[in-house]
């Protein structure tokens, strides 16, 4: 459910340097890290050794880094919602930061702003200052800027 709804893509550029509301929290479990493991085929221990992973730096296992990052595109889907947009694009990332590490069964959640908002064809491309927040850090997990196009 989307907190901030748009009826068109146009509607994007009254947005810009807005916050926007942070998500619901979401839990990151091993069994998410474990299905990311086998998707990608980055088995390192440190995300998949439970055993091992206790006596490693951070006492358990810890989610990959691209997990985290992929994260924010169905969390920010639950931030805004373009009404008549015909399709929404994930164009691509400008930065990207994994400041802390994302220790198994932590909850995170996603915190946003949209820093520019510009025409291109058929639609309008935002990029997205997307923040993943992790319960029990004081920094983030994940800081990216995410481009999305969003198409008439």
Request: net charge negative; aromatic share 8%.
């Amino acid at each position: 459910m989307a907190t901030v709804q748009c009826e068109n893509p146009s509607e994007l550029h009254n947005l810009v340097d807005v916050e926007l509301p942070p998500t619901t929290w979401k839990e990151v479990d091993q069994q998410s890290i474990s299905l990311f493991a086998d998707a990608t085929g980055d088995h390192q221990w440190i995300h998949v050794d439970e055993e091992r992973s206790i006596a490693g730096p951070y006492g358990t296992t810890i989610a990959h880094g691209y997990l985290t990052l992929a994260l924010i595109g169905p969390l920010f889907a639950d931030v805004l919602a373009v009404t008549r947009a015909s399709r929404v694009v994930n164009y691509g990332l400008d930065r990207v930061r994994f400041p802390a590490p994302l220790p198994s069964g932590t909850r995170v959640r996603l915190t946003s702003k949209i820093s520019t908002a510009s025409e291109v064809s058929g639609g309008v491309q935002v990029v997205v200052r997307a923040t993943v927040e992790s319960e029990n850090s004081d920094k983030p997990v994940c800081v990216a800027d995410a481009v999305f196009r969003y198409f008439d």
